[in-house]
């Protein structure tokens, strides 16, 4: 039983370059979301899932798109990478609106 | 003002010590109260729920006062493998499915 699980674990990007994170999760929840872990500001929500077909944008969604391929999975893309997307992303997903959420281990991804 | 609030510390304690955080958040209609503990270059891990009447789950205790809006947890007789930081987690209501709140968390640091 993987939990959430997030590839790559490590990325460099040089500006303007794209590319898609990958997560996928066998708990069968419902929601998914994508974080990302700034020093000193947190974990912000970039979008979200509450349901397969459906997403909706979070607080920092610029930069970033998103498809709910299936129940299992939810994929992050950046279409043209900058450096002020240099972050660790986090997955996750819960079963239901006031339950905990279940975090994959990360994405540390820096642009250059 | 951030939606949720955290002293970031980092709080430095001898083992045995006992240590409290805690958190305030800004939206009065919040229904949902985790503390949650991320590692190092790991991703969050829940810790614990709070629940309105306070809980207790081994060493540490979790109280909700929502008149003031803060949220607290105390570590009592704090081991080495206590250091982390910790997250305070709230799911305001009005947001529906969408998403938790995190603050920046707190950094504890036991020393031997």
């Known amino acids: 039983n993987a939990g959430v699980t997030q590839t790559p674990k490590f990325q460099v990007l040089k500006t303007g370059q794209s590319m898609t994170l990958q997560c996928a999760q066998d708990?069968?929840?419902?929601?998914m979301y994508w974080y990302r872990q700034d020093p000193g500001m947190g974990l912000r929500l970039i979008y979200y899932s509450a349901s397969e077909g459906t997403t909706d944008k979070g607080e920092v969604p610029n930069g970033y798109n998103v498809s709910r391929l299936n129940k299992r999975e939810f994929s992050l893309r950046l279409e043209s990478a900058a450096p002020s997307q240099t972050s660790v992303y986090f997955c996750?997903?819960?079963?239901?609106?006031?339950?905990?959420?279940?975090f994959g281990q990360g994405t540390r991804l820096t642009v250059v | 003002r951030k939606e949720v609030e955290q002293d970031p510390g980092p709080f430095n304690v001898p083992e045995g010590a006992t240590v409290a955080f805690n958190c305030t958040y800004s939206?009065?209609?919040?229904?949902?109260f985790f503390w949650y503990r991320q590692d190092c270059r790991k991703e969050p891990k829940l810790l614990m729920s709070v629940y309105s009447s306070g809980n207790e789950d081994g060493r540490f205790t979790a109280q909700l006062n929502r008149a003031s809006q803060y949220i607290s947890l105390l570590i009592r007789d704090s081991k080495l493998s206590d250091s982390a930081t910790y997250l305070c987690?709230?799911?305001?209501?009005?947001?529906?499915?969408?998403?938790?709140?995190f603050g920046s968390g707190t950094r504890l640091q036991v020393q031997p």
């Open positions: 987690v709230v799911k305001p209501m009005d947001t529906g499915r969408r998403a938790l709140t």
């Open positions: 939206n009065s209609a919040s229904q949902s």
């Open positions: 996750a997903t819960r079963q239901g609106p006031n339950t905990e959420a279940f």
């Open positions: 708990m069968n929840h419902n929601s």
